[in-house]
């Protein structure tokens, strides 16, 4: 059936479809699956939503301020409708999962919505395709509630990031009950994929010029245990170190409840992955962990890190904190300022709490005040940022390892890379400001400064 706008379309050759990818690296992969999907119908991309006849939306739905920007970029979209050739608007991923009924009923600009167990029928919502008895109707709207959807090697992909450097998504889903959280009541139960399923995308990624490989799951650690295998993440870790053409492979997300003796040895043995550890602790205070239904306390953590720090001495610790959570005390808070001051790590993100409905935590009564969290959250990142610097300081001198990425995005007269225990995005990087390289290529690098978060340096012939 012919729809409005078919002639023009003719006209003018190919669909062409913006997209637009909110959230963290796993929403990222979904993306890159729809893109794929896309591929496939032969549409044309386009960076600039004035030239599109189609925009997708790939929403969060992690915390009110994600919904926020959701909702925002989906106006925003919705305008070209007006004022650009779009005719066609389409919205996926959490925040459909997660709303879907009032996202119709708020969002009449938007034309389809497509949830997270139907990326394969982002074609058809965006009318590349016959739409088939799921997404017919004119305005689908799919079913929300919890995802059971599992990518695999075989899914359609069209990678987002630079040539050199993707992100593998071992697992789907979270089995945790985090008070805080309400991933897994759209995002659904923890499932692993296959073994070999990972391995053989992990080949194909490095046939293609991936060299920097980037593990994520909502909780990386439990990798395997729903299958049945013991030690899954290490055993994973021990295959993708034998992949051919792979220079780094880094661990994200993993749960403190999880680690085992034979994960922390893989990372120490193996050469091929990173000597980076990325696990959101989330607090430090035994009696706030507890409310956040994640048990433990600063005596714990500090117990799992020194096993990691005597196992990998170079070892880089990232984590994730909250602040502000239902009930904490300025003691509560004071214990975790004096847990990082004590632990220093190299990389630290800290997040005002924010209510969630839907979770545990939302039955509480929000009660520390909006300026006690940021500043509180100020205070934590004074600290790290004075962590940083002497961290930094300890640097200058030594010769690493550096994966340059271009010119920086603020100067053609420096190029920007990353050390191995650096994770782009997130953490800081390396400047260098002396030495030419060109992107993706493995460069030593004698470290010269500090830069704030970041280090300097110059290139070594």
């Known amino acids: 059936m012919k729809r409005p706008g078919d002639s023009r379309e003719e006209q003018r050759g190919p669909t062409r479809v913006g997209f637009v990818s909110l959230g963290c690296s796993k929403n990222l992969v979904d993306s890159e699956v729809m893109l794929g999907h896309l591929d496939r119908a032969g549409c044309t991309l386009v960076t600039d939503p004035a030239e599109a006849d189609v ?33 066609r608007l389409v919205v996926a991923g959490c925040l459909v999962q997660r709303s879907a009924k009032d996202l119709a009923k708020s969002l ?42 599992l990518y695999d090697h075989q899914s359609p992909r069209r990678r987002a990031t630079a040539p050199w450097t993707a992100f593998l998504k071992i ?86 409840n999880t680690i085992t003796p034979s994960l922390i040895d893989a990372m120490a043995s193996l050469p091929r992955v990173a000597k980076y550890v990325d696990m959101p602790l989330q607090h430090a205070h035994p009696d706030t962990l507890r409310r956040m239904r994640r048990g433990g306390g600063a005596r714990s953590h500090h117990e799992l890190l020194d096993r990691f720090r005597s196992a990998i001495p170079d070892v880089a610790l990232r984590t994730t904190l909250i602040v502000g959570f239902p009930g904490e005390t300025d003691e509560e808070f004071d214990t975790l300022l004096r847990f990082v001051e004590e632990e220093r ?24 005040a909006p300026e006690v969290k940021e500043e509180r959250r100020s205070r934590l990142m004074e600290a790290q940022q004075r962590i940083a610097r002497e961290h930094g300081a300890g640097m200058i ?29 997130v953490d800081g990087g390396i400047l260098i400001n002396e030495g030419t390289a060109a992107p993706g290529e493995f460069v030593r690098v004698e470290i010269t400064d500090v830069a704030g978060y970041d280090l300097v340096g110059r290139v070594l012939a």
């Not at 949830?115 to 008895?133: I, M, Q, R, T, Y």
């Not at 959280?181 to 995308?201: M, Q, T």
């Not at 490989?213 to 013991?230: C, K, P, T, V, Y």
């Not at 630290?348 to 709490?353: A, D, H, R, T």
């Open 345 to 368: 790590f190299q990389h630290l993100g800290v997040f005002p709490y924010s209510h969630e409905e839907g979770t545990s935590a939302g039955t509480l009564a929000d009660d520390v």
């Open 55 to 87: 925009i997708v939306v790939n929403t969060c739905a992690f915390v009110e301020s994600a919904r926020e920007e959701s909702i925002q970029a989906i106006l925003e979209a919705a305008r070209f409708k007006e004022t650009g050739r779009l005719r």
């Open 171 to 256: 697992a789907e889903g979270c089995d945790h009950t985090c008070s805080f959280c309400a991933i897994p009541s759209f995002r659904g139960e923890f499932r692993s994929r296959r073994l070999g399923s990972i391995l053989r995308e992990a080949g194909d990624l490095a046939s293609s010029g991936v060299r920097e490989l980037n593990l994520i799951a909502q909780d990386s650690s439990h990798f395997g245990r729903d299958l049945g295998i013991e030690d899954g993440l290490a055993r994973l870790l021990h295959g993708l170190d034998e992949v051919e053409g792979l220079r780094w492979v880094r661990l994200h997300y993993l749960y403190p």
């Open 397 to 425: 001198g030594r010769v690493v390892e550096v994966l340059v990425e271009g010119a920086h995005p603020e100067t053609e007269h420096l190029l920007a890379g990353r050390m191995s225990t650096q994770a782009r995005d």
């Open 108 to 149: 009449p600009e938007v034309d389809a919505f497509v949830g997270l167990d139907d990326l394969h029928l982002v074609s058809a919502a965006a009318g590349l395709e016959e739409p088939d008895a799921a997404s017919s109707g004119g305005r689908p709207v799919l079913p929300a509630g919890r995802s059971t959807f």
